[in-house]
């Protein structure tokens, strides 16, 4: 009885070692794809330490449970997770690596079988067969519960096979159980991981947002302006058009109205105008930012001063059409704008120079129009 009950023990400690181990590994892959795009290193060389890190855990996990239990478990799922849950397309050929490893390792322990080894091959296949399937279908849900019960069925069923064929040591009851339980144990540590680095990132996004959006327009800020202006290309600076916009008598509206109402306008106006340049152009060839206090700024790029000015004459008309409602009266705004192509400067700088210029020059000469420098 006391013999059974130090087995059932070692067992769970098995258990535990194996799920921590498991899941350790995983990480250290997982971080590695995801941060494969910024190594900066050769395409190959990169391939290169990706494979080698797959083929050297997936080792170390044969023979480790190899030499601390008798038969190999977990060899799958590795591979299954990496597989399912990576955002690489070379990782469909890491499963397939797996069999190669086995029939390398025990060849070179002496207990290699062309029976076994076919086996083998033939379960490689339909294990990968079945986890593209259930990416397919599963992979875009928040649900992965199939997966999961699938990889708990291969660590259990896997090594019974390899146990079988390659040393004809039984796996019990006991080893069944365990198998059972660490591949729970996985899974759980598993989304435990998955959860904090989904907790994580909505931290760094909103942090991002924090630091980079104007908090009451949700418009980019000032900050975020200088940032995207230095990530700009040659080639991008060249065909850039800006626009300098500000909203006519806004001192009035505070004055008359209060400081809320003055916001609503900037949040109103800010609405209006991202909604309408959106549907004009494609997102990533315009932005606009909050400058400061009712002063916007839009970059266009791919663009000429003319066309543009085209679009915003077009928005002081809808604009015009459109009111803030407010408590027992509307507010109707109105703009001045500047324009200004980078080509026609000599930097970034003397370009939002002009654009400011041409600005003022539209509020001198009455406001609610817009002026390309000259």
Request: hydrophobic share 45%.
């Amino acid at each position: 009885m006391k013999e059974r009950r130090n087995s059932v023990f070692v067992h769970l400690i098995y258990a535990a070692i194996y799920s921590v181990l498991v899941v350790s590994l995983l990480i250290s892959y997982d971080l590695f794809i995801k941060n494969f795009k910024e190594l900066n290193l050769r395409l190959s060389f990169k391939i290169l330490i990706g494979v080698v890190l797959f083929i050297s855990q997936v080792y170390f996990i044969i023979s480790f449970s190899l030499n601390s239990i008798g038969y190999v478990a977990y060899e799958y799922t590795i591979p299954i997770f990496i597989y399912y849950f990576g955002i690489l397309k070379e990782k469909i050929y890491l499963i397939g690596l797996v069999p190669v490893i086995l029939l390398t390792f025990f060849a070179l322990i002496n207990k290699f079988e062309w029976g076994a080894m076919l086996f083998i091959i033939g379960l490689n296949y339909i294990i990968l067969i079945i986890t593209c399937l259930l990416k397919k279908r599963f992979y875009g849900q928040t649900n992965h519960t199939v997966f999961y019960l699938f990889s708990i069925v291969v660590t259990v069923v896997s090594p019974m096979v390899n146990a079988l064929l390659f040393h004809r040591r039984e796996v019990g009851l006991w080893d069944a159980v365990t198998l059972g339980i660490g591949s729970v144990a996985i899974v759980s540590l598993w989304k435990y991981y998955l959860q904090n680095q989904k907790n994580f990132l909505e931290k760094i996004n909103t942090k991002i947002i924090e630091r980079n959006y104007d908090e009451l327009t949700k418009v980019k800020n000032f900050r975020s302006l200088n940032e995207d202006i230095s990530k700009l290309v040659i080639n991008e600076k060249d065909q850039l058009v800006v626009v300098m916009m500000d909203l006519d008598h806004f001192k009035q509206i505070n004055d008359h109205h209060g400081h809320q109402i003055g916001n609503q306008a900037l949040t109103f106006f800010s609405d209006k105008l991202t909604t309408f340049l959106y549907q004009k152009s494609p997102s990533h060839l315009v932005e606009v930012y909050r400058y400061g206090g009712e002063e916007f700024l839009v970059l266009f790029k791919e663009n000429t001063s003319v066309s543009v000015k085209k679009i915003i004459e077009e928005f002081h008309l809808f604009l015009s059409n459109e009111q803030l409602k407010l408590e027992g009266t509307q507010l109707t705004l109105y703009f001045s704008a500047g324009i200004s192509e980078a080509a026609s400067a000599l930097d970034i700088s003397e370009t939002f120079y002009q654009a400011d210029q041409a600005l003022y020059e539209a509020k001198r000469k009455g406001r609610n129009r817009t002026i390309i420098f000259s």
